[in-house]
């Protein structure tokens, strides 16, 4: 099971932490990916880990100011979030998959939790 939370509200520019907690499975041994769901929009990958490797991986658009960080000790993956735009606003998946190959930003993970919503706004 994996269960989002640390969504809110904030401002443009600001700083939000999500937290993406594991539970029944080690995700050490999973890569974790975040991605993201905008009304009206497709769910697009935001950033991923892998576990293999610790190799990460970011989209475009949030390259230099989002940062993935896993807790072993806490079975937690991070969603570090800075300098957030209006256009960042959306609901926030994380997902795990058995480690085959290396992590991608691409929607076939096996297992998701809810979701948690962000809105930047003034």
């Known amino acids: 099971q994996l269960v989002e939370s640390g969504g809110g509200l904030v401002q443009p520019g600001g700083s939000l932490r999500l937290s993406c907690q594991a539970s029944?499975?080690?995700?050490?041994?999973?890569?974790i990916a975040w991605f993201r769901q905008a009304p009206g929009k497709e769910r697009e990958g935001v950033s991923c880990s892998s576990s293999t490797d610790g190799s990460t991986q970011y989209a475009d658009s949030v390259r230099g100011r989002f940062t993935i960080s896993r807790d072993s000790a806490k079975n937690t993956v991070y969603l570090y979030m800075n300098r957030l735009k209006p256009e960042d606003t959306a609901v926030y998946y994380c997902?795990?998959?058995?480690?085959?190959?290396?992590?991608?930003?691409?929607?076939?993970?096996?297992?998701w939790g809810q979701g948690t919503q962000v809105t930047v706004s003034s």
């Open positions: 997902a795990a998959e058995a480690p085959l190959n290396l992590c991608a930003l691409r929607l076939e993970y096996d297992h």
């Open positions: 029944g499975f080690d995700s050490d041994y999973y890569n």
